[in-house]
């Protein structure tokens, strides 16, 4: 489950008090037999059986406080056989708990509750007995009744709370708000509100919570720094500075502190005084390099944002790497600073200075490969990533990248076997799926082709990049044209802008005779001001067969332009027809 609910067993000894006082009181399950004529043999019997019940009872008692529940069940069963009684099924259930035998525990804990619902410590051990066995559900309902019942008791509502965290943390969040509003603030309840808050995202509740538990402990400086660093999340600058600034007037040594404060002023753009707080922290020898690179990241990460970033980011890292010239962390984040600032050479040198360093680090060889893929620069990725597979043979990212280059570049037989291989490494990773699959289909292996975009699509349903590239394949071998374009047109409600999927489904609407409604979604696609020779050529085809042989020839023509070494568009034009 992961949750933790209060349990505050109960005292032994006045329970087995009770239960005698129940026993021999006479509230016995058994069927009322109150104004009910018996004779004085029968009521002599049933009084017979109640004592052996009870002294059962009051044996398996004292055995359950020796600590030997194994012998106190034996006796609880023998008391049950002369008379079914709530006390006895929940004694019964608390001793099979003991012995972690949850099962039995939860027979015998129902049957308690069934006998006496409204007995709420009963109805309490079933529900931890479900916690127990890992019933969290059944534990959950438990719990819900508790609280119907009895919603005076804090320590219910708390455990009911706790279990829908895991299941519906709204809920959850929802009941934690409701206790504190009914019970006024608690500190368990806050921290959980707290926590549950900041992993939904509600920072400025979670502040909120945090604040209420400073009232109640106002010496905890964790906790105060807790807060300050939930302001920042919340985008409250103003109190996080208050916060952090209280908390170093006490304590002016602190770097954490003083990073907390120059963090602030570096979200609200305050680059220079960012740097004059930072300045003590990335000149002292003594802070280890961890320490000097979360700055660093912490500029990376508002330059990401803010281009005016870059430098104050680019001279902590530089700093780093004349400090620390052996540590590929500081050439890694040059080069990522770099990629933002459009510079790919000096990309190129720093990624490069990352594999030297660190050749088993997958992440160096592939951001070095994505300079090069970026610019369409299909050779030199396979350079790199063929390097980099001998070193990384297992790695699925340098495999997948690798495969598409190869792609790329037509080398289909080495995409396939890499593909191949990466595909045996995440066998259910989608875009590695698709990949494969174009590549099956450059090389004419429809089958192949056809059975990995169904796995595709039976992986993710609504990838409209499958879809559009699965309807295109289809159209092309004028088959299914029917759920092509059905693929097709939903990719374009996903991607109404994409230029190449106007193109998917115009031409499935080419092939389906639809040629004004071709037309009109190529027309788009060319709109989009990214279209290529192909798209061209289907504009030009989509035109003969509406009989405009001029506007035909003027777009095969456009194509030709911009695939010059197309020999069958060029006797298309030279025929003035296809």
Known sequence: MGCEVKNHGPAWTATVFLAFSLLIGGCSSAPDTAGQDLSPAAQRVQEGMRDLALQHFIDGSVYELRGDNARAVLEYQEA????????IYFALSRAYAMLGKNMPAIEAGREAVRLKPGNLEYQRNLAMVFLAAMQPDSAL????????????????????????????????LDLYERITERFGPEWDVLMQTAELCNKLGKFDSASEALQKMSGIDPANRELRRTLGQTYVRAGKYDSALAVFSSLRETDTTSLDLLSDIAGVHLLRREYAEAARLFEPILARDTVNVDTKLHIGELYFSQSERDSTAIPYARAVFDRIRVRKPEDWRAYWFLGAIASVARDD?????????????????????????????NKNNYSEVVRVLESAVMILPDDFRVNFFLGVAYNRLSRNTDAVRVLEHARSINPKDVDLIAQLALVYEGIRQYGES??????ALRLDPVNHLVMNNYSYSLAERDRDLDRAFTMARAAVKAQPENGAYLDTIG???FRLGRFSEAATYVKQAIARGEANAVVYEHLGDIYYKMNNKEGAIEQWKLALHLDSGNSALREKISRESF
């Open 80 to 87: 049950l056989g002369f008379e079914k009684n709530h006390t």
């Open 141 to 172: 309902t438990v719990y819900e009744e508790i609280v119907r019942r009895d919603s005076s008791n804090i320590e219910s509502w708390f455990n009911l709370a706790r279990l829908y965290q895991v299941r519906s943390p709204l809920k959850a």
């Open 345 to 373: 050479s000096g990309s190129v040198r720093h990624f490069r200075k990352v594999t030297e360093l660190a050749s088993w680090n997958a992440d160096g060889w592939v951001s070095l490969s994505g300079v090069f893929l």
């Open 450 to 455: 056809d059975s990995l975009y169904e796995e």
């Open 507 to 509: 031409w499935i609407c």
